[in-house]
């Protein structure tokens, strides 16, 4: 068994074990079950980050919609982009995960969950896309996705939970005229590609360059429909 890693924190859920490990040479990992969802020594958080960013352009306050907190690397790399008139909401359903980015963390993160332009909404990213499709609410500049780590409700799968037809065409809905779904996958996915083109999207594949260089963004863009 390997037991080079240092455990910092470990809250048992319905789909395993989920642990904060500190690997030598200061590296950080969050799993899930023995399953590695996050490492900062992966660059594919941070890319997302990025990129998303770059495409909203010349916004002055763009409403960012991030899936999950991780280790506070890709809000960290959204905030170091975006102007100071941004709000970004980060949807995470484990308050541990969001006192992980608070404490031992955001040394590594820089303190992104304590920016002003902030809001950690303790939830599920499903139901905060569910609530921004309604017809009299407000919209998103831009929802991020990664899907290398997501780990679905009891009882449903990955795919069906975040990136089936039908859960792309409600980000669709959230998304302002010309919105932006970005979506961070392990690799080329052109199964998810129809999805997305189906569900109303001009897609766009980067290939980061990343450690992992099979890793995939996914620039999707809105594209108006007539029911709009």
């Known amino acids: 068994m390997d037991t080079s890693h240092t455990v910092l924190a470990s809250v048992p859920t319905r789909e395993g074990l989920l642990e904060l490990r500190r690997q030598p040479g200061?590296?950080?990992?969050?799993?899930?079950?023995?399953?590695?969802?996050?490492?900062?020594?992966?660059?594919?958080?941070?890319?997302?980050?990025e990129l998303a960013a770059h495409q909203l352009g010349d916004l002055p306050a763009p409403r960012v919609l991030l899936g999950g907190l991780a280790l506070g690397l890709t809000l960290r790399a959204l905030l170091d982009a975006l102007p100071a008139a941004a709000r970004v909401t980060?949807?995470?359903?484990?308050?541990?995960?969001?006192?992980?980015c608070r404490g031992p963390l955001a040394e590594l993160n820089r303190g992104a969950v304590s920016d002003p332009?902030?809001?950690?909404?303790?939830?599920?990213?499903?139901?905060?896309?569910?609530?921004?499709?309604?017809?009299a609410a407000d919209r998103y500049d831009a929802i991020l996705l990664d899907l290398t780590a997501v780990v679905a409700p009891a009882g449903q799968?990955?795919?069906?939970?975040?990136?089936?037809?039908?859960?792309?065409?409600?980000?669709?809905?959230?998304?302002?005229?010309?919105?932006l779904l970005a979506v961070a996958a392990g690799g080329a996915d052109p199964g998810l590609e129809r999805r997305l083109a189906a569900a109303g999207f001009?897609?766009?594949?980067?290939?980061?360059?990343?450690?992992?260089?099979?890793?995939?963004?996914?620039?999707?863009?809105?594209?108006?429909?007539?029911?709009?």
Do not use: K
Not at 30 to 45: E, K, Q, Y
Not at 117 to 135: G, L
């Open 26 to 49: 200061d590296a950080f990992e969050i799993t899930l079950g023995g399953r590695v969802l996050h490492s900062s020594g992966s660059g594919l958080g941070r890319a997302l980050g």
């Open 90 to 100: 980060a949807a995470e359903p484990s308050p541990e995960a969001v006192a992980w």
């Open 117 to 135: 332009r902030v809001e950690v909404a303790t939830a599920e990213i499903a139901d905060v896309i569910q609530i921004a499709s309604a017809p």
């Open 157 to 179: 799968t990955p795919e069906r939970h975040t990136s089936s037809r039908r859960a792309l065409e409600t980000a669709h809905r959230a998304l302002t005229a010309e919105g």
């Open 202 to 228: 001009r897609v766009e594949r980067r290939h980061p360059p990343v450690d992992d260089q099979e890793s995939v963004v996914y620039l999707a863009r809105r594209i108006a429909r007539s029911e709009d």
